[in-house]
């Protein structure tokens, strides 16, 4: 009696076991930068993947973090390992803008949709054949310049000095900017470059001050951010100084110190929840998710860490059309799920409401973004 009870105690543990691992699953990489150059932006993303839904509809959902060192051919390296090795359905990632534009290729060739938390709006614009298979969770450079040059004509701007990273996001920023720029008669008097792993911007900083611009553009994502700016106030620059949203972390603050008081910026309504209405509809998700990530990590997210978090609502939101089309893992499903996104409308994110269609893979309008200042060391909104 007492072996035929263990034996049917057995079965059915067996029985429960096949069961689980019959459930369909949804498979998801995430390639963030947790270290090397873009760690300020990589850490908060990578820290922000335990928040993500663990179930969506009856389908369980893996998370696959692999770190790429803020290293495109890393990128390259991860993105190809979770296609061929873990069949993934989807990759959130990479953190850089010239790591996601390195994978592009390898993801269109495989259909796999790809959600990038990243700044240049160059891997969804011009949309082609490749860029369909790519979804962008941050405001396009587009809509955050606009605010920009808004705000320095009602200031008067005549010149402007432009300094940015060496690489995709720097150079969709000046293409962006210089057209606005032009268009509202203004004129870049100087336009420097540097990389993000540079320990020293003195030589473009001389050129940007010999030219006297009456404000100056910086257009870097996460710590890199900081040094053109810090060096140009240490040279004795007094004009108004720009940054865009890739400026837009706590770590911006605490590295710049005095030297970034004043700083002018475009970016999510995050930095400055408290001064936002309780009717605009992302403030309640976005509280949610502060607490949420501070409950985990003891400390605020960047908002960085928020483009991973919208990426997660975007899947929760398409998975379950795709899942009627065909079985997670396959090629079908995939497909289904790019087409699924696609069909995004009024999706609320913590940072604006994404409305995707056939030719805008971001899907931002202007309720993603406000202006901010930096006053007594703190995020404002501007005045």
């Known amino acids: 009696m007492k072996l035929n009870k263990a034996a049917t105690t057995l079965a059915i543990a067996l029985a429960a076991f096949a069961s689980q691992s019959a459930l369909a699953q949804v498979k998801i990489g995430v390639v963030s930068s947790a270290t090397g150059p873009t760690a300020l932006v990589g850490i908060p993303q990578k820290n922000t993947v335990p928040l993500l839904p663990a179930k969506i509809g009856d389908l369980s959902v893996e998370y696959i973090p692999l770190d790429d060192a803020s290293d495109p051919t890393a990128s390259v390296t991860a993105v190809k390992k979770l296609i061929s090795e873990q069949n993934v359905d989807a990759i959130i990632g990479p953190s850089g803008s010239p790591n996601a534009m390195g994978v592009i290729q390898f993801v269109a060739d495989a259909g ?6 990243v700044g240049t709006a160059a891997v969804v614009t011009p949309m082609d054949d490749k860029k369909k298979w790519v979804f962008k969770t941050t405001q396009n450079d587009d809509i955050i310049a606009r605010a920009l040059v808004g705000h320095m004509v009602k200031a008067g701007v005549k010149t402007v000095g432009f ?8 150079e969709n920023w000046y293409k962006v900017f210089s057209a606005l720029a032009e268009k509202n008669g203004m004129k870049i008097v100087a336009n420097e470059r540097f990389q993000r792993q540079d320990a020293s911007v003195t030589g473009q900083s001389l050129k940007i001050l010999a030219a006297k611009p009456d404000a100056v553009l910086v257009a870097a994502a996460g710590g890199p ?6 060096t140009l106030v ?12 890739g400026a837009a972390l706590p770590d911006f603050l605490k590295l710049g110190g005095k030297k970034v008081e004043g700083t002018i910026l475009a970016a999510s309504l995050m930095l400055v929840l408290p001064e936002i209405a309780d009717s605009h509809p992302s403030k309640k998700i976005a509280s949610e998710y502060i607490a949420a990530y501070e409950k985990a990590h003891g400390t605020k997210p960047a908002t960085f860490g928020a483009n991973v978090f919208d990426a997660g609502l975007l899947l929760q939101q398409a998975i379950p059309a795709a ?18 996104l696609e069909q995004t409308r009024e999706l609320v994110g913590t940072q604006g409401i994404y409305n995707m269609s056939a030719t805008d893979h971001s899907g931002f309008d202007e309720r993603g973004r406000v202006l901010i200042a930096v006053r007594d060391g703190a995020w404002t909104l501007a005045k």
């Open 112 to 117: 796999v949709p790809l959600l990038a938390p």
């Open 163 to 170: 300094i940015g990273v060496g690489d995709p996001y720097g």
């Open 225 to 230: 951010a900081v040094l053109p700016q810090t």
């Open 234 to 245: 240490e040279q004795g620059y007094k004009g108004q100084i720009y940054q865009t949203h």
């Open 323 to 340: 899942a009627k089309v065909a079985k997670p893992g396959t090629k079908e499903f995939r497909a289904a799920l790019r087409d699924s």
